[in-house]
T-cell receptor, first 111, second 114 residues
């Protein structure tokens, strides 16, 4: 079992819709959870991070964490074509300073 | 401008010819890291450094070396490159532990080993 799993996609949504991206992880000791966005040919950039169970909102983005079920999700409201990119989930724990990435989900927002 | 720089951006080399990819950050960050990105495998950590002279292995350290003699620089060394090291490499830095702080990524180095 992979440590961090994501559906590779592509996930296609129309402009203005809500895009829902999911990520599951295997290490119950994981403490920190990150969502990165990576445009084709570019480097990853952090969108947001979450540490506590529940929701965390930042503009059009909402991260949701459920440690009991070991999943973290990212919701993108009012999706725009400029949101089309690969979204990487990353997980870390207090036991290590390693950051484990999922393989990413490719999101396509069509006009 | 705060940034992480990598050089070269593109490199084609042959098996066994030693090479170094440089990484430098101007943000006075403590933590630096190297990743490789391969299709279907995602980003995998090669080595990381918590501070000067402090380095540790990531998930895929075989075939790589690093050094951290200065805070701003974290070069990645391939002593004897092989074709399976053909990949896209990213350097990253953050001001503190990656658990609580944003990692800033460099622009990437695309390496091809023939």
């Amino acid at each position: 079992q992979k440590e961090v799993e994501q559906n590779s996609g592509p996930l296609s949504v129309p402009e203005g819709a809500i895009a829902s991206l999911n990520c599951t992880y295997s290490d119950r000791g994981s403490q920190s959870f990150f969502w990165y966005r990576q445009y084709s040919g570019k480097s990853p950039e952090l969108i947001m991070f979450i540490y506590s169970n529940g929701d965390k909102e930042d503009g059009r983005f909402t991260a949701q964490l459920n440690k009991a079920s070991q999943y973290v999700s990212l919701l993108i409201r009012d999706s725009q074509p400029s949101d089309s990119a690969t979204y990487l989930c990353a997980v870390s724990s207090y036991n290590t300073d390693k950051l484990i990435f999922g393989t990413g989900t490719r999101l396509q927002v069509f006009p | 401008e705060a940034q992480v720089t990598q050089n070269p951006r593109y490199l084609i080399t042959v098996t066994g010819k030693k090479l170094t990819v440089t990484c430098s950050q101007n943000m006075n960050h403590e933590y630096m890291s190297w990743y490789r990105q391969d299709p279907g495998l995602g980003l995998r950590q090669i080595y990381y450094s918590m501070n000067v002279e402090v380095t540790d292995k990531g998930d895929v350290p075989e075939g790589y070396k690093v050094s951290r003699k200065e805070k701003r620089n974290f070069p990645l060394i391939l002593e004897s490159p092989s074709p399976n090291q053909t990949s896209l490499y990213f350097c990253a830095s953050s001001s503190d532990t990656i658990l609580t702080d944003t990692q800033y990524f460099g622009p990437g180095t695309r390496l091809t080993v023939l």
